[in-house]
Structures are given as structure tokens and as C-alpha cells.
């Protein structure tokens, strides 16, 4: 018998109808946006606004067969120090078939009911060049898109198709809404579907453009990848569920409130409506985002795992510490209600949070995408207001030599970026000539060129290689 049971939905399911259809049901979207509903729903407000999940990888078909195996409720487990809580999430009522033209998806999101199409398909899913940071038109799988708009195989082809049927209905459009973590989510999605839509339909382009509302939201919560510890965890509370979710007891969700085809009242279960997100985003983005960076590059080349141990070694420890306090928190913007040294140390002790079990590998994945978005903005803040960021340049050291592909003691590190061939080339190149790193010109633009800068990464890297990682976070520290 399980010593413990999850609370169940404190509602009637049969009472619920979709409202949002969401595509990229992953573990961050069943432990945020599916629960703030839950909450609200729990109240017993905005039955009409339930969750249909969707997506658009074949994988996708996975996550679909687990979840109406179990009648599409997903099992959360709060992962707090003082005891774990799991509850059963009941805020999807169905999953839409996972088709390679996606006809069912663009059929359900042209449904008159549906009136919000949110998404999470990762920080690197929206075919942004990185070297311009703008929509890249020319990416393979846009260009079949607009090649086959009736039958496309992207995310935004669907939603594009599915807002052309509701123009020609005479339909009202949906709301777009980014729930991923990247920097003006809103205006990054528009800039995908109008993009493509301007490569075959430029009217529906005009109309997209001028019709339909992608607010921008800020979303955050430390949210594991699923494992056996996660699923032995749901079967402590009598859960046989391949597919449970962990997850931090902190959450946070900021938006824009623009929303012309309605919206759930979402602000009554913890949801702050602005005009001011990238306020909140810049602090979230650059603190806890860029924090982990931190602390997740010089704990995998240790061979620390996890967060938490990373965050028990006063070495790593410090220099999160120092380099939040000195190069980033004091190029944050005012942040509405908020004390910024309040919020860190709120972080500080999310990463220290042992129940997480959150690992380093996951900290460190996707590093060619991450770093431009988290570090290299307060690196460039620092250098506008005449400041070497010493903390900063180092971890991008620490970077290129976890790229290198070995830890310290010489055990292989697997590939963990999308670019990652690459960016081991690059790495062991940089070991004779550090300037082979900071040639990425999609990362660090210019900042190869900044004689300054390129010299203090020199000295890093090479400090590295000589003494090694515990050497050099001591000599930033002022230890050694």
C-alpha cells in the first residue's frame, strides 16, 4: 500500500471544454500552464477554457498514447524539502492525433470553441539564425512548409494553416501564446508564423500581422526530466504512471494582457498580468537562467552531477555568488514588486534544493542557443559601462572546455548541444589558439575583436588547462 496519495482534481472533469489547444506537452507545460488551470478550475471558474494537448514530432505520439492511457490526467510531485506533495493535474480533456501533416491539430485549432493556441517546443524550435537573430526563412524545414502550406510538418505551419481556415470562416483568430523560455517569446512567435506566411500567402501575412495577438509571458519553474526516481516516486503515492512529472514548489508566470478573443482568468490563480514582462523576464532570464550556467560548467568538468552537490561546493557556490553580485544584478532593470537581492537569494536556494535532483548535464544542454540569450547580454552590459567582466569571460572558458568533451578526470562527456560537433572542433582548436572560440560570430558577434576581452579569455582558457578548474574559480575568487 502506498504510504501517502495525490490529491485529485477538485472539480468536475465532465464539466470542462476546451478552450486552449497546446502544442508540446512536456513535462514544464504539465507542472506550469496545466497547473495554473487546475487551480482555477478548483475555483470553479472558466470551464471552457480546458487544455486539448498536440504536437507535431513523432515523439509526440508517445506522450499522447501515455496520457489517454490514464485519461489524460498527469501526476505532478512538488518536490519540497518538507515532505513531497503530488496531486493529479485534470486540466487536459484530449490529445490530438500526432499526424505528419498535422491535418488533425490544424482541424481542432480552426475549431470556433478554441480561442487560445499556447506552445512549448523549446527555446530552440523557432527557426530563429542565430547569427542574425532574426526569423531564418531559408531553414529547410520553413521552406517545405511554405512549399506545402495545407500540409505542413512545423508547429507554425499548423497554426498558420489553421488561422487561414478561420479567415476564410469568417472566424475570429486565436491568440498565439508562447509559454517557452526565450527573451520576447511573443514577438519571436509572431515573427515565425508571419515569416512564413509572407513566403506563400503575403495577404495572409497583412492579416496575421494585423489580427492576431501573441502576448509576451515570462514562465518559470525547475522542472526534471522524467527517470525511473521519478516514476518510483509517483508509485510511493499508488501511481503507476510512466509518465509523472517533478517539479520545484515555486512557480511564476508573467504576461502581457492582450488577449482579443478572451482569456481565462488566470490572475486568480497566480498569474501577474503586465505591460512590463521584459522587465520580469530580464531578471529571470539573466539570474536564474544565466546561474545556472554558472554553476553547471564547472561542476560537470568536476564531475559533480547534480545541482544541489554543484551548489554544496563552496567553490562553485562562490562563484555563482560573485559573479551574480558583481556582473549581473547590477545591469538588471527595476523590476515591478520586486527586490532584486530578494530574488537571488530565492534562486540560490532553488539550485540548492536537494529533492530536485536536477543534473548538470540537463544545465549545460543546448549551451550554442542558451548563451547568447543568458550570459552574453550582461557580458555587454558590463563592457558598455566600462567594466571587464572577469566572472563572466571565465565561464565562457569553463564553457569551451566542457565542449572539449572530457571532464577533469578524463571521463567522456557526451554530446549535449545540437551544434555540438562543431563546437568540440571548435573547443579543442581553442586549447593552442583561444581565439578559434570567440571566432563564433552567431554567439559572440564582435566580441572576438575586443582586444580586452579576447586577451582575458586567453588567460582563462589557458589558466584552465594549466591548473585546472578548481584553480581557476579560486584565482577568481581571490583564493589563489
Known amino acids: 500500500m502506498p504510504s501517502r496519495t495525490a490529491a485529485l482534481p477538485a472539480y468536475d472533469r465532465s464539466r470542462l471544454s476546451p478552450g486552449i489547444v497546446h502544442i508540446g506537452v512536456g513535462n514544464f507545460h504539465r507542472a506550469h500552464q ?32 501515455a496520457l489517454l492511457a490514464q485519461d489524460c490526467l498527469s501526476t505532478v510531485i512538488e518536490l519540497d524539502p518538507a515532505g513531497h506533495r503530488a496531486r ?17 491539430l490544424i482541424a481542432a485549432m480552426a475549431r470556433p470553441e478554441v ?44 497554426i498558420l494553416a489553421a488561422l487561414r481556415r478561420r479567415r476564410a470562416a469568417g472566424l475570429v483568430p486565436f491568440t498565439v501564446m508562447s509559454c517557452d523560455n526565450l527573451p520576447g517569446n511573443g514577438a519571436v512567435t509572431r515573427a515565425a508564423v508571419v515569416g512564413l506566411a509572407r513566403l506563400s500567402d503575403p495577404a495572409l501575412a497583412d492579416w496575421v500581422q494585423d489580427r492576431v495577438a501573441f502576448p509576451n ?25 510512466p509518465v509523472p512529472v517533478t517539479c520545484e514548489p515555486f512557480r511564476q508566470w508573467v504576461l502581457e494582457d492582450d488577449f482579443p478573443a478572451g482569456r481565462p482568468a488566470l490572475e486568480l490563480a497566480g498569474v501577474t498580468f503586465t505591460r512590463q514582462v521584459h522587465a520580469f523576464e530580464t531578471m529571470k532570464l539573466r539570474m536564474l537562467n544565466g546561474g545556472h550556467a554558472i554553476i553547471a560548467y564547472p561542476a560537470a568538468l568536476l564531475g559533480l552531477t547534480l545541482a544541489h552537490e554543484a551548489m554544496a561546493h563552496p567553490l562553485v ?10 556582473e549581473i544584478v547590477p545591469h538588471v532593470p527595476p523590476v515591478p514588486g520586486t527586490d532584486l537581492g530578494d530574488y537571488f537569494q530565492t534562486v540560490v536556494a532553488r539550485f540548492a534544493n536537494p529533492e530536485i535532483a536536477d543534473t ?61 560537433n562543431q563546437l568540440q572542433a571548435r573547443a579543442r582548436a581553442a586549447r593552442g589558439n583561444p581565439a578559434e572560440w570567440l571566432a563564433m560570430r ?20 589557458n589558466q584552465i588547462w594549466a591548473g585546472g578548474t578548481l584553480a581557476a574559480l579560486q584565482s577568481y575568487l581571490g583564493q589563489g
Not at 504536437?55 to 506522450?63: C, W
Not at 493529479?88 to 488533425?104: K, L, S
Not at 514562465?219 to 518510483?232: H, L, N, S
Not at 557556490?317 to 558583481?326: I, N, P, Q, S, Y
Request: glycine share 12%; aromatic share 8%.
Open 360 to 420: 548538470t548535464a540537463r544545465l549545460c544542454l543546448d549551451g550554442s542557443n542558451r548563451q547568447p540569450k543568458f550570459i552574453m547580454p550582461s557580458l555587454r552590459d558590463n563592457l558598455a559601462a566600462g567594466r571587464q567582466p572577469a566572472g563572466l569571460i571565465l565561464l565562457s572558458a569553463l564553457w569551451c572546455r566542457y565542449c572539449y568533451g572530457e571532464t577533469e578526470a578524463g571521463a567522456p562527456i557526451a554530446p549535449n548541444d545540437p551544434d555540438w
Open 217 to 241: 509571458g515570462m514562465v518559470d519553474r525547475i522542472t526534471p526530466a522524467t527517470g525511473p526516481r521519478e516514476r518510483a516516486l509517483a508509485a510511493g503515492f499508488g501511481l503507476a504512471d
Open 115 to 158: 480561442r487560445i493556441v499556447s506552445l512549448t517546443v523549446t527555446e530552440g524550435g523557432y527557426f530563429i539564425d542565430a547569427a542574425q537573430g532574426e526569423f531564418d526563412a531559408g531553414h529547410p524545414e520553413i521552406v517545405a512548409d511554405a512549399a506545402r502550406p495545407d500540409a505542413p510538418a512545423t508547429a507554425f505551419g499548423a
Open 442 to 461: 552567431a554567439i559572440y558577434g564582435d566580441l572576438g575583436r575586443n582586444v580586452a576581452v579576447a586577451d582575458a579569455f586567453a588567460a582563462a582558457l
Open 34 to 65: 496545466a497547473v495554473y488551470l487546475d487551480d482555477l478550475f478548483a475555483l470553479g471558474r472558466d470551464h471552457d477554457w480546458a487544455l486539448l494537448g498536440a504536437g507535431v514530432r513523432p515523439g509526440d505520439a508517445q506522450m499522447r498514447a
Open 88 to 104: 493529479r493535474i485534470g486540466a487536459m480533456t484530449g490529445y490530438v492525433p500526432v499526424e505528419p501533416a498535422n491535418g488533425a
Open 317 to 326: 557556490r562562490g562563484f555563482l555568488e560573485k559573479v551574480a553580485r558583481d
